[in-house]
């Protein structure tokens, strides 16, 4: 079973402060990738890598940057969180190679006040 | 998570019931697609996928409906059980172009009545 896990389930932040949300797969992925989530807007892709040390944005990068400095770990970084940061973060990873099923982990609710 | 069912379509089916989820997907030259469940404050999980080679796959109680011509994604569930209930999405992928993104749907929240 593909296990995707994040460091955190739910963590409380100040305006301004720097924000590592981390991620690992333990299955070898090629690909992995953050979310956001909110009401109504669905899911929404920041930023994914293909390889390491690779990285690709994606429809909604603003404020928020990555590292893939191991093929196992995809880390978002917010380096000054705002209040409209607050949200749903969800990491996925996919094997590449045109089987592109992404495998979720459990998310990370982040608040930031 | 808790609060990603709001401002969703929603769907009421009776237990025992059977469950039909519908998605129209944007782009006529993908090539696969994936449903998904996300039940809440969890991740979503793969339910059932499809290349665009077919249309129509079987899984455990749940069936995939893919109509090219018009876009259309459907999910089917068969004798709809309370551990259904849960945001529905689809997702489509063009593979071709090496793209590895899905993009998604906005989802369906499924609430079974008992």
């Known amino acids: 079973d593909v296990k995707v896990t994040q460091s955190s389930r739910y963590l409380v932040k100040r305006t301004g402060e720097k924000v590592f949300l981390e991620c690992v797969q333990d299955?070898?992925?090629?690909?992995m990738f953050w979310y956001r989530q909110d009401p109504g807007l669905g899911l929404r892709l920041i930023y994914f890598?293909?390889?390491?040390?690779?990285?690709e944005k994606g429809d909604i990068p603003e404020g928020y940057s990555v590292s893939r400095e191991k093929k196992e770990r995809f880390s978002l970084i917010l380096e000054s969180a705002s209040t409209n940061q607050t949200s749903m973060y969800l990491c996925a990873s996919s094997l590449g190679n045109s089987d592109n099923e992404q495998f979720f982990g459990p998310g990370t609710r982040l608040t930031v006040l | 998570g808790e609060s990603v069912g709001l401002h969703l379509p929603t769907l009421s089916v009776q237990e025992g019931d059977n469950s039909i989820i519908n998605c129209a997907y944007s782009?006529?030259?993908?090539?696969?697609f994936i449903w998904y469940k996300q039940e809440s404050g969890k991740g979503p999980q793969f339910i059932i996928d499809?290349?665009?080679?077919?249309d129509k796959r079987q899984g455990q109680r749940v069936t995939v409906l893919l109509n090219k011509t018009v876009k259309h994604l459907s999910l089917q569930i068969a004798a709809t059980q309370p551990g259904d209930s849960a945001v529905y999405f689809c997702?489509?992928?063009?593979?071709?172009?090496?793209?590895?993104?899905?993009?998604f749907g906005s989802g369906t929240r499924l609430l079974v009545r008992p």
């Open positions: 782009n006529s030259a993908s090539d696969y």
């Open positions: 499809i290349r665009s080679n077919m």
């Open positions: 997702a489509e992928n063009l593979s071709l172009d090496s793209s590895y993104k899905l993009i």
């Open positions: 890598s293909y390889d390491v040390k690779m990285k």
């Open positions: 299955m070898d992925h090629e690909n």
